[in-house]
């Protein structure tokens, strides 16, 4: 079985300043992981994804993320907030190439002026 | 390329109605997942199917809840009987056929509320 976990709802940061939101995974093989963000009533928008090549990952928006086996992370990071992040992020995993994903509860960012 | 389209991207419909969500999925995608989102709580998955096949259904609710993908035509996903608590945003996503890139590609969803 596959779960994610994102510690927290909401994180707050003021503009500029570092984004790092968590994510932490369990899976009883190799798993692909992905960071998705979604704006108010919107769907889903793929920000990067971990596919066992490099275990840093750069995405949009100039965000990336680490894969970290040891830690079982995935840990999402941007250096310098936008007040255009502000969303809502999920995390979530897959283990083989058709198969579903299984999502975080997701953590809600605010960027304060 | 169109993206992934849903529609209605808003319904609304009374307990005991009948509730239809369509989903098309990203030309040359056969593989369709449907996930449901409740308020508060993060995207679950529900059912996925490929052309005229429903491959894993292990997240649909037992009852009232059905899906369906035909050989010509867009994914349905029905629910017969509503009720409050299937007020909901519903997505759909696809992937493409090979063995490439598995990330899934989300439409921007369908919002249920029942009254």
């Known amino acids: 079985a596959q779960s994610v976990t994102q510690l927290g709802s909401h994180v707050s940061v003021s503009e500029g300043a570092l984004v790092l939101l968590r994510c932490n995974y369990s899976?009883?093989?190799?798993?692909?992981l992905f960071w998705y963000v979604q704006y108010p009533n919107q769907g889903l928008q793929l920000l990067l994804k971990?596919?066992?090549?490099?275990?840093l990952v750069k995405g949009i928006n100039g965000f990336e993320a680490e894969f970290k086996k040891s830690e079982t992370s995935f840990h999402l990071t941007k250096p310098s907030a936008h007040m255009s992040d502000a969303a809502e992020y999920f995390c979530a995993v897959r283990t083989g190439a058709n198969s579903k994903l299984t999502f975080g509860k997701g953590i809600t960012l605010s960027v304060r002026p | 390329n169109a993206g992934v389209m849903q529609n209605p991207r808003h319904l609304v419909r009374r307990r005991g109605q009948e509730a239809r969500l369509r989903c098309s999925p990203m030309k040359g995608h056969s593989h369709v997942y449907w996930y449901r989102q409740l308020p508060e709580e993060g995207l679950k998955f529900m059912v996925y199917l490929q052309k005229e096949n429903i491959i894993d259904e292990s997240g649909m609710p037992k009852e009232r809840f059905s899906a369906e993908f035909p050989k010509e035509g867009p994914s349905i996903l029905r629910i017969q009987q509503v009720v409050r608590g299937d007020s909901a945003a519903y997505f759909c996503?696809?992937?493409?056929?090979?063995?490439?890139?598995?990330?899934?590609?989300f439409g921007p969803g369908t919002r249920l509320t029942v009254t």
């Open positions: 971990y596919t066992s090549a490099a275990t």
């Open positions: 899976s009883s093989v190799p798993p692909y």
């Open positions: 996503a696809s992937s493409p056929r090979s063995q490439g890139p598995p990330e899934q590609y």
